[in-house]
């Protein structure tokens, strides 16, 4: 049974219980955070709401005590052309939906769409309690279904006088959609929500279309049946949203469910009491786990960091002490130890000389150091995304990281096996794709090297018969020489070129550096021959020549006339032309 030091243990069980604490102060922070930004968006949009309906509520008021009006209403036989114009006017400049005047029947007898195939005039509004209760001299200001228009709307309506006593009233309707349409006033954040609920529980307003005209709360029968009798849903019947309200470190969570989707929310309610309505507005928080992520991994990378340093620490006073109480022996053991050392570094520096000769085992840091420079670029770019919070690009990042270990693996795996002809998996391939993996890895030295690269277009209809993983490590290779001798040319240009012909396809690819010594063309190809000092056995172009062969291609190199050299890579585009 494998049994780890109680060191070990104990530092493990004190990064566990940090995460833990960690996790659970940044989830409370975060839900602390929404819940004040809810609070924050719910009294600007409560604040804009009650400004724009006590507008509205005062325009009646200016209605009724038009003179004009008062004895158009008390005496039928007055033309009603004036007093439609005049509602139009006043609809018009208001920015109302409508505005029409019914008599003390409950009968339209004038209105603001009086010229539209929808006018309200001849229609009875009798049972709506916007007229019945302004009949009584209240002012009222009442949500409902319109009738022709089935559309919600806000009526304000506000009783006509005449010799004290009520001859008709006048309405003022406002369409809700109005204040939904306005997203930057009522809602500046798109990972937030907001409804409004009437007396009822019935949300008369909301920036989600599937929860206007339903509710949150059980309808029981009685409840149905007054929907039924008031009639201001007309035939809707509203429907329950599954909604369920907890409270995590003294902050409600509201967990709403739709359609294959939960949700969580963070909520802020505000009254909206010209409408006896409640204001809510709702923080979406369904990712508050996610986002504590980064802090964990920041609060690990530290406590690894301290505990390296303390243990470094440690060892250091312990060494001082013991090096106090034996010094002799110390010594004499670090003499010993150099010895051993030195006969050590003996058989290194001869078993490295003997490395050499296995001629794909060499091969292996040169193929992969490309890859690995190419990871170490796309996880600073993580770290640095993580610390922004752009969690998704890191992400992203993080996957191709993985991609390219993924290939380290196939690179290593098939530099093994190599020397088996047999286990070449030759198919038909995009070069298009084969070249572009060939540049996501070779892409940290070009820009290391400030290579200018020329885009080509190369259709997807081009194929070639290779082996991928193996090709893009000849094309990785033949890029990265090309990178590093261009680094010290002052203009720095790597380009492409692809021709087809009876059946084969010719792909160049062109640098503009020194070029190839005229009497290094004739060895280039061969092993060990390299043209670096101090970096590379020289077994990349001998690997790569013998890779091309077995797909029955060709790798050439030659100087182009103006300056630089020129890699030309012919391979079949069909199994039948090998």
């Known amino acids: 049974m494998l049994r780890f030091p109680r060191k070990i243990l104990f530092a493990v069980a004190i990064l566990i219980v940090l995460l833990l604490l960690s996790f659970l102060f940044g989830r409370h922070y975060d839900l602390t955070q929404a819940k004040r930004q809810a609070q924050r968006q719910v009294n600007q949009l409560s604040h804009y709401l009650d400004t724009e309906l006590a507008r509205f509520a005062a325009i009646p008021h200016l209605v009724t005590d038009n003179q004009l009006l008062t004895a158009f209403v008390s005496d039928n036989n007055q033309a009603v052309q004036p007093i439609n114009n005049y509602l139009a006017d006043i609809q018009q400049a208001s920015g109302a939906s409508d505005v029409y005047v019914l008599n003390s029947k409950g009968d339209v007898v004038a209105s603001s769409n009086w010229q539209l195939d929808y006018s309200y005039i001849g229609n009875n509004f009798a049972f709506r309690p916007y007229f019945y209760q302004a009949l009584a001299g209240e002012k009222v200001a009442y949500f409902a279904l319109g009738l022709r228009s089935n559309e919600r709307g806000i009526y304000f309506s506000e009783p006509i006088y005449h010799d004290n006593n009520v001859i008709g009233v006048v309405v003022l309707k406002v369409n809700v959609s109005k204040?939904?349409?306005?997203?930057?006033?009522?809602?500046?954040?798109?990972?937030?929500?907001?409804?409004?609920?009437?007396?009822?529980?019935?949300?008369?307003?909301?920036?989600?279309?599937?929860?206007?005209?339903?509710?949150?709360?059980?309808?029981?029968?009685?409840?149905?049946?007054?929907?039924?009798?008031?009639?201001?849903?007309?035939?809707?019947?509203?429907?329950?949203?599954?909604?369920?309200?907890?409270?995590?470190?003294?902050?409600?969570?509201?967990?709403?469910?739709?359609?294959?989707?939960?949700?969580?929310?963070?909520?802020?309610?505000?009254?909206?009491?010209?409408?006896?309505?409640?204001?809510?507005?709702?923080?979406?928080?369904?990712?508050?786990?996610?986002?504590?992520?980064?802090r964990l991994v920041w609060i690990a990378v530290i406590y690894a960091g301290a505990l390296l340093i303390f243990y470094s620490l440690m060892a250091r006073f312990a060494g001082y002490k013991k090096l106090l109480y034996s010094r002799h022996s110390l010594e004499q053991e670090v003499i010993e130890r150099t010895h051993a050392l030195e006969k050590a570094q003996t058989a290194l520096v001869q078993s490295a000389k003997l490395a050499t000769i296995g001629q794909l085992s060499a091969g292996i840091n040169h193929e992969i150091n490309q890859p690995l420079s190419a990871m170490s670029t796309y996880l600073v770019s993580a770290k640095r995304l993580i610390t922004k919070g752009e969690v998704t690009q890191a992400a992203e990042n993080i996957v191709i990281v993985q991609s390219l270990i993924e290939r380290v693996h196939k690179i290593v795996g098939q530099l093994k096996h190599f020397s088996k002809p047999a286990q070449t998996q030759l198919r038909e391939q995009s070069l298009a794709q084969l070249l572009k993996n060939a540049m996501v890895i070779a892409s940290a030295q070009l820009k290391h090297d400030d290579v200018i690269v020329k885009p080509v277009e190369i259709a997807n209809t081009i194929k070639v018969w290779v082996d991928g993983v193996k090709f893009e490590q000849v094309l990785v290779n033949v890029i990265t020489n090309a990178s590093h001798a261009m680094a010290q040319s002052p203009k720095r240009e790597l380009s492409f070129e692809i021709e087809q012909f009876d059946g084969r396809v010719k792909l160049s690819i062109l640098d503009t550096g020194p070029g190839i010594e005229q009497h290094a063309l004739g060895t280039i190809f061969e092993p060990f021959y390299s043209t670096k000092s101090t970096n590379g056995l020289g077994l990349g172009l001998s690997i790569s020549k013998q890779i091309i062969n077995s797909f029955n291609g060709c790798l050439t190199a030659h100087n182009r006339p103006d300056g630089g050299a020129q890699f030309i890579i012919t391979l079949a585009n069909t199994k039948g032309a090998l």
């Open 179 to 294: 204040f939904e349409s306005d997203r930057q006033l009522l809602n500046t954040s798109q990972a937030s929500h907001f409804y409004l609920s009437l007396a009822d529980n019935i949300i008369a307003m909301s920036d989600i279309q599937s929860w206007r005209l339903n509710t949150m709360q059980q309808i029981d029968d009685a409840k149905q049946q007054s929907f039924i009798n008031s009639r201001r849903y007309l035939d809707h019947m509203p429907k329950v949203i599954d909604a369920q309200q907890q409270s995590s470190h003294g902050v409600p969570i509201l967990h709403i469910s739709e359609t294959n989707k939960r949700s969580k929310y963070v909520p802020a309610t505000a009254a909206i009491e010209l409408l006896n309505a409640q204001m809510t507005v709702l923080v979406d928080m369904s990712s508050v786990n996610i986002a504590q992520l980064p």
